[in-house]
């Protein structure tokens, strides 16, 4: 059973988001938060590219300076991560595009899986060093994200300021 307490900030957070992912004119409904205001971090809506949804960091006003350094470092990695993933799926979607005209036969409105599966073996071949590339930078990014969050957390916990 849910209580009272917890429906209502459920009903407050869909709310928010729903404001925030709204698509009508109305130009405050598609503003994105300021995080100076929000009391928590937010994920938004999925890019229609990338498929990664933005997270909007809360931004305390009484930040650390090592505080800062980790969100911006967040803020910076997910930029990077959707430059990324928006480039490799726009290539994705160009490419197959390509390989559908070559290959689709007349008449026909889709290829069946077992022929679409030559594309996609080809296009992860091309691809496999940019994926090996990512991958390891990824990895080296988050072990510093984990490092600045371990040392942040410590920080507060033993009541540290700067």
Do not use: C
Request: net charge positive.
């Amino acid at each position: 059973m849910i209580s009272s307490s917890k429906l209502t900030l459920k009903a407050r957070y869909t709310s928010t988001i729903w404001r925030w992912t709204s698509t009508t004119p109305d130009t405050k409904a598609v503003q994105p938060p300021n995080a100076k205001k929000i009391t928590s971090d937010m994920v938004g809506p999925p890019d229609p590219i990338s498929n990664l949804r933005k997270i909007i960091f809360k931004q305390p006003s009484n930040e650390t300076r090592l505080e800062k350094r980790y969100r911006e470092l967040r803020m910076e990695v997910q930029e990077w991560n959707q430059k990324f993933w928006t480039q490799h799926n726009s290539r994705f979607f160009q490419e197959r595009e390509e390989y559908l005209k070559q290959n689709l036969p007349e008449g026909k409105q889709t290829l069946t899986a077992d022929e679409m599966s030559v594309f996609y073996k080809s296009f992860l071949d091309k691809n496999w060093k940019a994926h090996i590339t990512y991958n390891l930078q990824w990895y080296k990014k988050n072990v510093i994200l984990l490092k600045l969050a371990i040392q942040v957390r410590l920080r507060r916990l033993l009541k540290i300021k700067d």
